[in-house]
């Protein structure tokens, strides 16, 4: 089974701050893992996703991602918070079939709203 | 492509009534998904279609949901009776099959219960 936890419901911070969005996941194998962002009263959109190539992944908007798999985590960073940023964003996990194929099947986290300040 | 695409965005309608949502997968895509969203659960996965088979509807919460896919490019979702906690906004995602693909989601369907 696969889970996924992301710290912090809520995480606030400044305009120009770094933004840190925590995720950790729990797989017995090797995960395919994403963040996607939910603006308000929209579907979700894909941020980044890592399929065991880099692991540090880039994604849209200035936002990357590093897979640690010693510490299971795939924490969210931008280096420098825009108010465009305030939005909710969630950490998935989907696991592969046996020829490393995978259907989109995803399960997500709770959630973390960012909230960022003038 | 113009993405999945999801009818109606918004429906109210009082408690006892059948609800059908709709939903429009991308073109090519052969997994099509049905969510939950609400404030207490967040985002649940109802069920899944493959090829449009019913692959896992083990999140479907009653029978009063069921769920259909005639064929690849339309899928429904059916409540009936609705009730009030069944108020949420439904989303309907696509995906293709490979390496590490991700899901494509719609605008989704707020329903309210009344």
């Known amino acids: 089974a696969q889970s996924v936890t992301q710290l912090g419901s809520h995480v606030s911070v400044s305009e120009g701050a770094l933004v840190l969005l925590r995720c950790n996941y729990s797989s017995s194998v090797p995960p395919y893992l994403f963040w996607y962002v939910q603006y308000p009263n929209q579907g979700l959109q894909l941020l980044l996703k890592y399929t065991s190539a880099a692991t540090l992944v880039k994604g849209i908007n200035g936002f990357e991602a590093e897979f640690k798999k010693s510490e299971t985590s795939f924490h969210l960073t931008k280096p420098s918070a825009h108010m465009s940023d305030a939005a909710e964003y969630f950490c998935a996990v989907s696991r592969a079939n046996a020829g490393g194929t995978s259907y989109g099947k995803l399960t997500f986290g709770q959630g973390t709203i960012l909230t960022v300040h003038p | ?114």
Request: charged share 20%.
């Open chain 2, 1 to 114: 492509d113009a993405g999945v695409i999801q009818s109606p965005r918004h429906e109210v309608t009082e408690m006892g009534q059948e609800v059908t949502l709709r939903c429009k997968p991308i073109s090519g895509h052969n997994s099509l998904f049905w969510y939950r969203q609400t404030m207490m659960r967040g985002l649940e996965l109802l069920i899944y279609f493959n090829n449009n088979v019913p692959i896992d509807d083990s999140g479907m919460p009653e029978d009063r949901f069921s769920a259909k896919m005639p064929n690849a490019s339309f899928s429904t979702l059916k409540i009936q009776p609705s009730e009030p906690r069944d108020s949420a906004v439904y989303f309907c995602a696509s995906s293709s099959q490979g390496i590490g693909t991700e899901a494509f989601f719609g605008q989704g369907t707020r329903l309210t219960v009344v």
